[in-house]
């Protein structure tokens, strides 16, 4: 029988997120019953649950950066159990046969992955539902272990902040020798230097903003550079191997470009909209240098993104909160109060509204 779920949603784009009740698809042999415990606040909720992007279908119920335990499992189901401590991610399913899929790389499904909230079931075509949420209801495919040693609070935001920024740093196989700089310090910031420097890169920070040079190198960065001083720019120009630029609206990206080396890399994971300015064509022809983007991750290389903070300590830094004042954490997400991801403590969805 479906499952009634008491959660958080919003009824329109101008509409604060309130209390909302739903239900959940009966399980099938091949699913996951998790009772959430955590999750974490992505600027993309905002985006969707104000129609930021266009598409969002009402209610919505934010939320993909979902840790909890598994409350029980389908018959076809034998890689978890009920009590284990479970995650789930930005996406829920895919089409699991076509050339990405096969490579592990869901994220980039050719038929187009099944999101976690705001999207499609691709087998019964109801709405999904996010993790603002006490329990959900997830193919084992897209479910990932929490080893031993993560802490679960801090592990919700690796889910997407996270594997966004290994991801990129993996697949241009970033490592000891290197030279890494990060755009932007933030949820995703914060999780690029973290990698960057476990991962053996000589790490730099850029930054819009002075003051930021100690808690910049207590998160890993080896060096700061102060993007808007001419002097700090003309001294690392042809320095990096790779830039991670996680900022998230429209930037100018040629003073980063003079800062890459021959066949540098500058990889957008942020930004979704056009690139504006335009990006000069000369930085790219004189020093064989790219501009990339990257999506997330493959469930996969997301289980090996968690081994890989298990093995070296790594977690998100976060302010837990409440459900019932998720809308002041989007005000002041917006202001960038935050150090540096939002987790609510789903226990808080039992108290009173």
Not at 170 to 184: D, E, M, P, T, Y
Request: charged share 20%; aromatic share 6%; glycine share 10%.
């Amino acid at each position: 029988m479906a499952l009634s779920i008491r959660g958080y949603a919003a009824q329109s784009a101008t509409t604060p997120l309130a209390p909302h009740s739903f239900e959940r698809r009966d399980p099938r042999p091949d699913d996951v019953v998790i009772d959430i415990l955590y999750c974490g606040v992505c600027h993309s909720d905002i985006h969707q649950a104000r129609n930021e992007w266009g598409g969002s279908m009402y209610p919505l119920v934010p939320g993909h950066e979902i840790i909890g335990r598994v409350a029980s499992v389908g018959g076809k189901v034998t890689a978890f159990k009920p009590g284990d401590m479970v995650g789930v991610g930005c996406m829920v399913d895919s089409c699991q046969h076509c050339d990405a899929c096969a490579q592990g790389l869901e994220q980039y499904c050719k038929e187009g992955a099944t999101f976690t909230y705001n999207s499609k079931d691709r087998q019964d075509g109801l709405t999904t539902y996010g993790g603002y949420s006490e329990r959900i209801v997830v193919s084992d495919k897209f479910v990932l272990r929490i080893p031993d040693g993560v802490d679960p609070k801090s592990a919700a935001p690796l889910l997407c902040a996270g594997i966004t920024t290994w991801s990129p740093l993996r697949h241009w196989k970033i490592g000891k020798g290197q030279k890494v700089a990060v755009i932007g310090l933030g949820g995703l910031g914060h999780m690029g230097l973290k990698f960057a420097k476990a991962m053996g890169a000589d790490v730099t920070l850029f930054t819009r903003s002075p003051g930021k040079e100690q808690e910049a190198r207590r998160l890993g960065a080896d060096h700061v550079v102060l993007s808007t001083d001419p002097k700090q720019m003309q001294a690392v120009a042809g320095s990096f191997d790779f830039i991670l630029d996680t900022v998230p609206h429209q930037h100018d990206l040629n003073p980063y470009l003079a800062t890459l080396k021959l066949d540098g890399v500058h990889v957008l994971v942020g930004l979704v909209e056009p690139i504006e300015p335009p990006t000069h064509a000369g930085q790219l022809i004189f020093g064989r240098r790219s501009v990339a983007g990257s999506l997330i991750g493959g469930i996969a290389e997301t289980q090996e993104m968690l081994d890989f903070c298990a093995q070296h300590g790594i977690s998100s830094d976060v302010e837990m909160i409440n459900i019932q004042d998720i809308n002041e954490a989007y005000a002041r997400m917006l202001k960038s109060d935050v150090r540096y991801r939002f987790v609510i403590d789903l226990a808080s969805l039992a108290k009173a509204a």
